[in-house]
């Protein structure tokens, strides 16, 4: 896998893999948090991350997608709300099998446990799960600890403040920043294109969380996906909430999606749905 990152302020670097899909370090004075962990993970993943801060960092998951988790076997137990845990164990909580004496990869099993498209592979029946104490479990796989809405994490001169977003999936959280006026969104706004099919999705609960982020609009002046534009502007969330709702209302015609998946695209001013 290649990794690249790029600096995009003081304290923040996008880390890209293969133009795919990119993940975020924000460092405070003490510590950093790395916003999501890409998909392929391995040891370069894991220099790409170090090399850039010799901070404790702390793994924060905006949502379950493998593309947003292959990497965090290298790092302490995971953040992420609760109401995420059940698709993230769903899916054994994991991106690829466990590399063993790596930061955190105790409790792993399974192989790329979601593709994108709403498919899940099959858990690797011969992993252990062990289960360490003091953190939830929703019946095996990796231990994980709760992020709730509103919950800040104080990095030291950066405060980064929990939204629970819920309609890409039922989990889904965005991190605002409102020293530095950014808003960090996982997948829920881009534009390339946003998955709306598969398991987990709900386009009404899509359309009320945007509706909520637009009531933060005001502080934002930068929006970071976690594909496509490393910078957006908070026009952005309006935009996805019209789209969102013509499709609701079947105002969009359907279109052929971009690679062979089981959906239909739908467009309209720069956004691209797949449902």
Known sequence: MGYHATKIADGVHAIDENGFVQCYLIEGEAIAVLLDSCAGGGDDFRDAVYGLTGKPIRLVITHSDHDHTGGQE???TPLMH???????????GVGQHTRPGKQGDAGKTGRDAHDGGGNVAEPDPGAASAKPAGHAHDGGGRAVEPLWEGQIIDLGGVKLETVLIPGHTPGSIALLDRGGRRLYVGDTISDTHVFMFGDGRDLRAFVASLKKLEGLA?????IHSAHGSLALGPEW????????????????????????LPCRQYSHDGVNLLY
Do not use: C, N
């Open 82 to 92: 609760p109401a995420e845990y059940a698709r993230y164990h769903a899916h054994d």
């Open 237 to 260: 969330i309006t935009k996805t909430r019209v789209a969102a709702e013509k499709l609701l209302s079947g105002e969009l015609s359907a279109q052929a999606p971009p690679r062979d």
């Open 74 to 76: 290298y790092f302490d």
């Open 218 to 222: 005001p502080h934002i002046d930068t």
